[in-house]
Structures are given as structure tokens and as C-alpha cells.
């Protein structure tokens, strides 16, 4: 029993010690599990909350495939493997009833941030560099009035041994720039009963 214990001890530490990887480098593992014909051709970038690490450790990655159903190549990585890779839509925030469509598409050379700066660049901006953050996601796809990549950053912060959504932020894929920060540090502040 004793020995199960120190084995679960230290498989829990590497696990922890183990560096997520961006949203770039999971991207390199997801190109491999795809026809040539969709290299290039990413539509949507998405990192999901993790239990361990402070930035997803598995990240979803919807490329435009024309033979693929809806037109919709999704392969999903956990530690540069593939954990799932099938067709059809992936959606977050909003239904999607029609097939993607090559002009969704983000450029490559537009990618010029990942998602560790991305974090950053919100941490900085929204003064971030003191608060405990738990858990962050990450969206990536082309804003359809700009049609430039952006990064949605949703945040997540320890209050009082809870999790609380603090808000949202949105960062050029292109520049690093902050579009939009919707971060609300009164989230983390209890409020007084009268």
C-alpha cells in the first residue's frame, strides 16, 4: 500500500511538472494527423480547461478538409497525441448549422501569437500579475468583421479556495495587441451582507 502511494505521489508530480504545451505546439502534433490537402488550412484553435495546469493541456483543432463531413476535420491532442479525431462541427458559444467554408480559414502568416502570449499580454494589460489564476481557455478562429485571428481568453481565478470566471479578453493573433478586455476583479471580492 505504502508503495502505491509514493508510485501515485510521483506520477501526480510529473504530471504537474510537465509543461502544457501552447496552442502552436499542439498544432504541429494535429498536422500529422491529417491529409496533406489540409495542411495550412486551420479554422478554429481551442484549448479547454485542465484540472492540473494552468493552460490547457489538450487542445482542438478544426481544419478546413473539403472531403471531410460538414467540411470539418477536428483532431483533438493531449500531450502530442492524437485523443480524437473525427468530422463535422465544433462549436463553443453558438450553434453552427451550416459547413465551414474556405474563407474561414486563417492565414498562416497572421499566426504570429500564441497562446502563452496571448496569456501574457492579458496578465499584463488587465494587471493580473498578482491574482491567482486556476485555469485559463483559449479560442482562436477569424473574426468574420476584420477576418484577422483572434484570441479569446477566457480567465479563471482561485476566491477564497473556489474558482471564480473573472472574465474574458480578446488579443490580436497578429499583432498581440488587446481588442477587448472584459476582466472583472469584483468577482473575486465577497460581498458584505447587510
Known amino acids: 500500500m505504502k508503495r502505491l502511494i509514493i508510485y501515485s505521489l510521483i506520477l501526480i508530480q510529473s504530471i504537474l511538472a510537465e509543461k502544457a504545451p501552447t496552442a502552436f505546439e499542439a498544432l504541429k502534433s494535429a498536422e500529422n494527423h491529417v491529409a496533406k490537402e489540409c495542411l495550412g488550412k486551420v479554422i478554429q484553435m481551442n484549448g479547454e480547461r485542465d484540472g492540473v495546469s494552468l493552460t490547457p493541456g489538450t487542445w482542438s483543432f478544426v481544419f478546413f478538409d473539403l472531403n471531410a463531413r460538414q467540411q470539418g476535420r477536428i483532431v483533438t491532442v493531449r500531450a502530442g497525441k492524437p485523443i480524437e479525431i473525427r468530422d463535422g462541427f465544433f462549436e463553443i458559444e ?8 474556405a474563407d474561414e480559414v486563417m492565414v498562416p502568416s497572421t499566426l504570429k501569437f500564441d497562446s502563452n502570449q496571448a496569456l501574457q499580454a492579458v496578465i499584463k494589460s488587465a494587471g493580473l500579475e ?3 489564476l486556476s485555469t485559463v481557455t483559449f479560442n482562436l478562429s477569424k473574426d468574420y468583421g476584420t477576418r484577422l ?9 482561485d476566491k477564497n479556495g473556489k474558482e471564480a470566471d473573472i472574465g474574458h479578453a480578446v488579443v490580436s493573433a497578429e499583432s498581440g495587441s488587446i481588442v477587448e478586455s472584459k476582466i472583472n476583479l469584483q468577482k473575486l471580492v465577497d460581498k458584505k451582507k447587510n
Open 94 to 101: 453558438k450553434l453552427r448549422l451550416a459547413a465551414y467554408k
Open 130 to 132: 498578482k491574482i491567482k
Open 149 to 157: 485571428p483572434y484570441w479569446k481568453v477566457r480567465i479563471f481565478a
